[in-house]
């Protein structure tokens, strides 16, 4: 298919990998309406299986494979790096050689734990990665193997997603309010909270594109754990719960994580792209649709 041919086409036939996690459900509901997606899961066929994911592909033939499938568990990977190499590395070579036998492109999702959080800035795309754990180890070895395996790639990492199909921390916020009435965040690592229908529709306006490469997708603005708890409490209405900040090291993890690694959307603006909206705006649609938001009038 030429270039031209691929943008004037109305829609394209997209195999999603992971079409069952927390992304791949908004990918499914976000581009389905002009797409056509094939969402498949681990039931389907297992991407760190070679020959069944190239046999899949050769199957569908689509005209892109998103691959939304992970293991995302960062202290689960600690303690299970067989399993967090088999899905974040393996299978991320397996989907793109998959891709390049069929000559289309592919798209992968990785993290800003692929940065240590020591650089003392947000992070573009063209900062060296230096993983401190599993999770972001594999997943580098994820990007390094989409790379390897298909030129037409697109690698995107994104942070600190949340979403209605899945465990994550706004929902663990609101559950842990309720329950407890007090409660403690760590204050001392900052991020870039973002939406998966967000990251979705993001992608709705990139698979158009060739411009492959490597990409940063967050909302906008910088936001300690702490604060964006404090401003979770502040839309839900549950202003009386008692907040207070404490350093990571108060509460040791397996996984390391990165101080201080928000991302900087860089080449998303060189695009030609808009600039995903602020997380508290994201955050309050998010809260909408879960009917967590304060009603209006409510104190």
């Not at 999603?16 to 499914?28: F, Q, V």
């Not at 993290?111 to 020591?118: A, E, K």
Request: proline share 4%; with cysteine; charged share 25%.
């Amino acid at each position: 298919m030429s270039e031209r041919q691929w943008e004037r086409r109305r829609g394209v036939k997209l195999l999603i990998a992971g079409a069952g996690g927390m992304l791949g459900t908004e990918l499914m509901s976000r581009l389905s309406a002009e797409h056509d997606c094939a969402g498949v899961d681990v039931a389907d066929f297992d991407i760190t299986d070679r020959a069944a994911a190239l046999a899949f592909a050769k199957k569908i033939k689509p005209d892109m494979i998103i691959n939304a499938a992970a293991y995302t568990d960062v202290d689960g990977c600690e303690a299970n790096a067989d399993v967090a190499y088999a899905v974040n590395a393996d299978g991320a070579g397996n989907l793109a050689e998959a891709a390049a036998l069929i000559d289309v492109p592919i798209i992968y999702f990785s993290t800003d734990y692929v940065f240590d959080g020591g650089k003392g800035g947000p992070y573009d795309e063209d900062d060296a990665p230096n993983p401190l754990g599993v999770y972001g180890r594999a997943k580098l070895e994820g990007e390094n193997r989409t790379k390897l395996y298909n030129g037409k790639h697109f690698i995107i990492r994104i942070q600190s997603l949340y979403g209605k199909n899945g465990k994550n921390f706004v929902t663990t916020i609101i559950k842990a309010a309720r329950e407890k009435g007090e409660l403690r965040v760590v204050d001392d690592q900052w991020s870039r909270p973002t939406y998966a229908a967000d990251v979705a529709d993001a992608i709705g306006r990139l698979i158009r594109n060739r411009s492959f490469g490597t990409y940063h997708v967050a909302n906008g603005g910088v936001v300690s754990w702490y604060s964006f708890a404090e401003e979770i409490l502040r839309q839900t209405g549950m202003t009386e719960v008692k907040l207070a900040p404490c350093a990571a090291a108060d509460y040791p993890r397996p996984a390391a994580r990165p101080r201080y690694s928000p991302l900087e959307c860089r080449n998303w603006r060189l695009g030609g792209y808009e600039p995903l909206r602020p997380y508290g705006e994201a955050l309050a649609d998010f809260l909408t649709e879960i009917g967590e938001a304060k009603t209006v009038g409510e104190v």
